[in-house]
Protein backbone atom coordinates (compact mmCIF):
# COMPACT_ATOMS: atom_id res chain seq x y z
CA UNK A 1 0.00 0.00 0.00
CA UNK A 2 1.10 3.30 0.07
CA UNK A 3 3.84 4.89 2.43
CA UNK A 4 1.19 7.06 4.04
CA UNK A 5 -1.24 3.93 4.70
CA UNK A 6 -0.91 3.22 8.89
CA UNK A 7 -1.10 -0.76 8.33
CA UNK A 8 1.79 -2.15 9.84
CA UNK A 9 4.39 -4.00 7.98
CA UNK A 10 5.42 -7.66 9.23
CA UNK A 11 8.97 -8.61 8.94
CA UNK A 12 8.46 -10.64 6.00
CA UNK A 13 7.33 -7.67 4.20
CA UNK A 14 3.57 -8.48 4.70
CA UNK A 15 0.69 -5.65 5.59
CA UNK A 16 -1.20 -6.97 8.91
CA UNK A 17 -4.56 -5.27 8.85
CA UNK A 18 -5.55 -4.97 12.73
CA UNK A 19 -8.20 -2.97 13.02
CA UNK A 20 -11.44 -1.83 11.27
CA UNK A 21 -10.00 1.23 10.17
CA UNK A 22 -6.87 -0.12 8.03
CA UNK A 23 -9.56 -2.97 7.00
CA UNK A 24 -11.76 0.03 5.79
CA UNK A 25 -8.24 2.33 4.54
CA UNK A 26 -6.85 -1.04 2.49
CA UNK A 27 -10.18 -1.00 0.51
CA UNK A 28 -10.76 2.62 -0.41
CA UNK A 29 -7.33 2.14 -1.37
CA UNK A 30 -8.15 -0.85 -3.92
CA UNK A 31 -11.07 1.14 -5.17
CA UNK A 32 -8.89 4.03 -5.79
CA UNK A 33 -5.93 2.05 -7.61
CA UNK A 34 -8.87 0.56 -9.53
CA UNK A 35 -10.35 3.97 -10.33
CA UNK A 36 -6.75 4.80 -12.19
CA UNK A 37 -5.91 1.81 -13.57
CA UNK A 38 -9.52 0.72 -15.34
CA UNK A 39 -9.47 3.18 -17.49
CA UNK A 40 -6.12 2.57 -18.91
CA UNK A 41 -7.55 -0.66 -19.85
CA UNK A 42 -10.39 0.69 -21.82
CA UNK A 43 -8.39 3.63 -23.43
CA UNK A 44 -5.61 0.97 -24.42
CA UNK A 45 -8.75 -2.18 -25.71
CA UNK A 46 -10.32 1.30 -27.85
CA UNK A 47 -6.84 1.80 -29.22
CA UNK A 48 -6.07 -1.54 -30.21
CA UNK A 49 -9.38 -2.07 -31.85
CA UNK A 50 -9.22 1.23 -34.06
CA UNK A 51 -5.38 -0.64 -35.08
CA UNK A 52 -3.87 2.45 -32.90
CA UNK A 53 -1.25 0.23 -31.72
CA UNK A 54 1.45 2.62 -30.79
CA UNK A 55 -0.82 4.87 -29.18
CA UNK A 56 -2.13 1.66 -27.05
CA UNK A 57 1.77 1.23 -26.45
CA UNK A 58 2.26 4.70 -25.40
CA UNK A 59 0.12 3.60 -22.10
CA UNK A 60 2.10 0.47 -21.16
CA UNK A 61 4.27 2.37 -18.47
CA UNK A 62 1.40 4.13 -16.84
CA UNK A 63 -0.87 0.80 -16.79
CA UNK A 64 1.86 -1.59 -15.46
CA UNK A 65 2.24 1.71 -12.67
CA UNK A 66 -1.49 1.47 -11.75
CA UNK A 67 -1.73 -2.62 -12.58
CA UNK A 68 0.92 -2.66 -9.71
CA UNK A 69 -0.78 -0.60 -7.00
CA UNK A 70 -3.93 -2.55 -7.45
CA UNK A 71 -2.17 -5.95 -7.55
CA UNK A 72 -0.78 -5.07 -4.53
CA UNK A 73 -4.35 -4.02 -2.95
CA UNK A 74 -5.41 -7.96 -3.81
CA UNK A 75 -2.38 -9.11 -2.62
CA UNK A 76 -3.01 -7.83 0.90
CA UNK A 77 -6.30 -8.31 0.74
CA UNK A 78 -6.15 -11.98 0.40
CA UNK A 79 -3.55 -12.72 2.70
CA UNK A 80 -5.63 -10.47 5.42
CA UNK A 81 -8.88 -12.17 4.36
CA UNK A 82 -9.79 -13.59 7.67
CA UNK A 83 -9.95 -9.86 9.33
CA UNK A 84 -11.51 -8.66 6.44
CA UNK A 85 -13.82 -11.09 7.14
CA UNK A 86 -14.23 -10.46 10.41
CA UNK A 87 -13.93 -6.46 10.08
CA UNK A 88 -16.34 -6.24 6.86
CA UNK A 89 -14.97 -2.69 5.93
CA UNK A 90 -17.29 -0.35 4.20
CA UNK A 91 -17.46 -0.57 0.22
CA UNK A 92 -16.18 -4.38 0.51
CA UNK A 93 -19.32 -5.32 -1.73
CA UNK A 94 -18.67 -2.52 -4.22
CA UNK A 95 -15.25 -3.40 -4.66
CA UNK A 96 -15.95 -7.37 -5.36
CA UNK A 97 -18.63 -5.71 -7.56
CA UNK A 98 -16.47 -3.37 -9.63
CA UNK A 99 -13.51 -6.24 -9.51
CA UNK A 100 -15.84 -8.34 -11.40
CA UNK A 101 -16.77 -5.78 -14.20
CA UNK A 102 -13.04 -4.92 -14.16
CA UNK A 103 -12.17 -8.94 -14.70
CA UNK A 104 -14.62 -9.00 -17.65
CA UNK A 105 -13.04 -5.75 -19.07
CA UNK A 106 -9.80 -7.26 -18.77
CA UNK A 107 -10.66 -10.83 -20.49
CA UNK A 108 -11.83 -8.26 -23.71
CA UNK A 109 -8.66 -6.71 -23.44
CA UNK A 110 -6.48 -9.84 -23.14
CA UNK A 111 -8.61 -10.84 -26.29
CA UNK A 112 -8.27 -7.64 -28.15
CA UNK A 113 -3.77 -7.75 -27.58
CA UNK A 114 -4.09 -10.98 -28.87
CA UNK A 115 -5.19 -10.54 -31.74
CA UNK A 116 -3.28 -7.82 -32.57
CA UNK A 117 -0.25 -9.38 -31.47
CA UNK A 118 -1.40 -12.43 -33.91
CA UNK A 119 -1.90 -9.78 -36.42
CA UNK A 120 1.11 -8.11 -36.07
CA UNK A 121 3.49 -11.15 -36.07
CA UNK A 122 1.50 -12.41 -39.35
CA UNK A 123 2.31 -9.19 -41.06
CA UNK A 124 6.37 -9.75 -39.76
CA UNK A 125 6.13 -12.83 -40.89
CA UNK A 126 4.70 -11.99 -44.34
CA UNK A 127 7.31 -9.00 -44.62
CA UNK A 128 10.26 -11.43 -43.69
CA UNK A 129 9.00 -13.81 -46.74
CA UNK A 130 9.02 -11.15 -48.95
CA UNK A 131 12.07 -9.26 -48.05
CA UNK A 132 13.72 -13.00 -47.96
CA UNK A 133 12.40 -14.17 -51.44
CA UNK A 134 13.71 -10.94 -52.79
CA UNK A 135 17.21 -11.44 -51.54
CA UNK A 136 17.52 -14.48 -53.41
CA UNK A 137 18.85 -14.22 -57.04
CA UNK A 138 16.66 -15.45 -59.36
CA UNK A 139 19.34 -17.97 -61.27
CA UNK A 140 18.85 -20.74 -63.80
CA UNK A 141 20.14 -24.44 -64.24
CA UNK A 142 20.95 -25.90 -67.84
CA UNK A 143 18.21 -26.08 -69.90
CA UNK A 144 16.43 -23.21 -68.34
CA UNK A 145 14.89 -24.42 -65.16
CA UNK A 146 14.96 -23.21 -62.02
CA UNK A 147 17.65 -23.51 -59.49
CA UNK A 148 16.03 -24.21 -55.76
CA UNK A 149 16.65 -21.54 -53.85
CA UNK A 150 19.76 -21.73 -51.28
CA UNK A 151 21.80 -23.59 -54.33
CA UNK A 152 24.79 -21.88 -55.14
CA UNK A 153 25.18 -21.21 -58.78
CA UNK A 154 28.33 -21.67 -60.43
CA UNK A 155 30.31 -19.06 -61.95
CA UNK A 156 32.93 -18.72 -64.06
CA UNK A 157 35.35 -15.99 -64.85
CA UNK A 158 36.65 -15.82 -68.45
CA UNK A 159 39.25 -13.08 -67.34
CA UNK A 160 43.04 -14.55 -68.27
Known sequence: MRSKDPTP???DGRVRISSPEEA???VI???EALDKLEPLIVEETRLFKIGKVREALDLAMEKNAAAQVYTRCLEILKNNAIAIGRFQPENLDRLRSRHEDFSAGMALNMAVVATARTVSEGL???LADTIGQNASPMTYARGGVNRKP???PLSLS???
Do not use: H, I, Q
Open 9 to 11: ERP
Open 24 to 26: TTL
Open 29 to 31: SAL
Open 124 to 126: LRD
Open 150 to 152: GTA
Open 158 to 160: KVS
